[in-house]
Antibody
Framework: QVQLRESGPGLVKPSQTLSLTCSVS??????????WSWIRRPAGKGLEWIGR???????SYNPSLKSRVTISLDTSKNHFSLNLSSVTAADTAVYYC??????????WGQGTLVTVSS | SYELTQPPSVSVSPGQTASITCSGD??????ACWYQQKPGQSPVQVIY???KRPAGIPERFSGSNSGNTATLTISGTQAMDEADYYC??????????FGTGTKVTVL
């Protein structure tokens, strides 16, 4: 059974870069035709897809966030990462990582709350 | 950009059937899936590829997708089914799109 776990700072200052890591266990991140995605849910709002990375390293991002997002893969550590630059209070949310089966997500992390505040 | 619209809330009595709709332009031409999310928990997939149920999901959950509307049906609704439900589809221009979410209340 694949398990995912998000980690990173719970508090980020406005204009700085939010950085999170998703550690994957129970399987190699580089095996299989899987994508690996980041999703967030702001308080009181719905789910929003941020972007994804394939095992080859190719990426695709939500057009509304594309200019600020970078997702990368570290196969040696079996994890993938999210960087979101120039954050504002609107980026405060619970951030999830998930295994992406191209059209849906089958395994999710437990989520991590990131608050943007000075 | 592509959008999916759901009713904000649905109320159902225990043992009755709850139907949640998800509307989007030509949604029937795409794969739709559904997630259940309870407070403080991560989403759990209940339907994928329009009609398929992942292992461990009760048979009372079923899905359909045609035209501009996908529907999640919960038959014989139980108190444990009270949660937020999100539809989701993939659009070639926008990427993954989630619906606006529906809060299901079991009265």
């Amino acid at each position: 059974q694949v398990q995912l776990r998000e980690s990173g700072p719970g508090l980020v200052k406005p204009s700085q870069t939010l950085s999170l890591t998703c550690s994957v266990s129970g399987g190699s991140i580089s095996s299989g035709n899987y994508y690996w995605s980041w999703i967030r849910r702001p308080a009181g709002k719905g789910l929003e897809w941020i972007g994804r990375i394939f095992t080859s390293g190719s990426t695709s991002y939500n057009p509304s966030l594309k200019s600020r997002v970078t997702i990368s893969l570290d196969t040696s550590k079996n994890h993938f990462s999210l960087n979101l630059s120039s954050v504002t209070a609107a980026d405060t949310a619970v951030y999830y990582c998930a295994r992406d089966r191209r059209f849906f997500f089958d395994f999710w992390g437990q989520g991590t709350l990131v608050t943007v505040s000075s | 950009s592509y959008e999916l619209t759901q009713p904000p809330s649905v109320s159902v009595s225990p043992g009755q059937t709850a139907s949640i709709t998800c509307s989007g332009d030509k949604l029937g031409d795409k794969y739709a899936c559904w997630y259940q999310q309870k407070p403080g928990q991560s989403p759990v997939q209940v339907i994928y590829q329009d009609t398929k149920r992942p292992a461990g999901i009760p048979e009372r959950f079923s899905g359909s997708n045609s035209g501009n509307t996908a529907t999640l049906t919960i038959s014989g609704t139980q108190a444990m089914d009270e949660a937020d439900y999100y539809c989701q589809a993939w659009d070639s221009n926008t990427g993954y799109v989630f619906g606006t979410g529906t809060k299901v209340t079991v009265l």
